[in-house]
């Protein structure tokens, strides 16, 4: 079972649709949870970040983290054409280190 | 201000050739570290970095080296280049006390090993 798992999509919705995009992961040790966006042959630019469980938003984007059920979520709303990269989520793996699910292409079309 | 900056962006090897890429970072970053992004596997680290003259192994170091001779520079070997090791590279660093483990990543490099 890999650390962090994530669907790899693609996942196609049209432009204002709320995108929810969803990770499990089987370690609890560690506490921080991130999404990283990737444009395409771009490098990953940090998203968001939360730290334990809750929520945390940050204009149409809301990181929410479940820690009973290990389960990460990123929520889009009114998603945007320029919304539509690779999304990774990752969780911190040690000191200064990442442990990442695998991505999931989203595409917004017009 | 470049951030993280990798060259070459693309490059093309045969089995058995030898070759670096390079990293560089201008943000006085004391961590540094190399991953390797396939279809399907996300980010794999290779090596780490938690300052010049330290490195680590990472998940997936096989058939790479690393060296750290200075804050800034973060070189990855690849010492007899297989074509498993066709993938792109990414060097990231980031600094002590981001314990959100808050990445910079460069643009990456696309390697082809024929």
């Known amino acids: 079972q890999k650390e962090v798992e994530q669907d790899p999509g693609p996942l196609s919705v049209p432009e204002g649709a709320i995108v929810s995009l969803n990770c499990t992961y089987s370690n609890s040790a560690f506490q921080y949870f991130m999404w990283y966006r990737q444009y395409s042959r771009k490098g990953p630019e940090l998203l968001m970040y939360t730290y334990s469980s809750g929520n945390k938003e940050d204009g149409r984007f809301t990181a929410q983290v479940d820690k009973s059920s290990k389960y990460i979520s990123l929520f889009i709303r009114d998603s945007q054409p320029s919304d539509s990269a690779t999304y990774l989520c990752a969780r911190t793996g040690g000191y200064n280190k990442l442990i990442f699910g695998a991505g999931t292409r989203l595409a917004v079309h017009p | 201000n470049a951030g993280v900056t990798q060259t070459p962006k693309f490059q093309v090897l045969k089995t058995g050739q030898s070759m670096t890429l390079q990293c560089a970072q201008d943000m006085n970053h004391e961590y540094m570290s190399w991953y390797r992004q396939d279809p399907g596997m996300g980010l794999r680290l290779i090596h780490y970095s938690v300052g010049a003259g330290i490195t680590d192994q990472g998940e997936v170091p096989n058939g790479y080296n690393v060296s750290r001779s200075t804050t800034e520079d973060f070189p990855l070997r690849l010492l007899s280049a297989a074509p498993s090791q066709t993938s792109v590279y990414f060097c990231?660093?980031?600094?002590?006390?981001?314990?959100?483990?808050?990445?910079?990543f460069g643009a990456g490099s696309r390697l082809t090993v024929l």
């Open positions: 990231a660093s980031s600094y002590e006390g981001s314990g959100a483990n808050v990445l910079t």
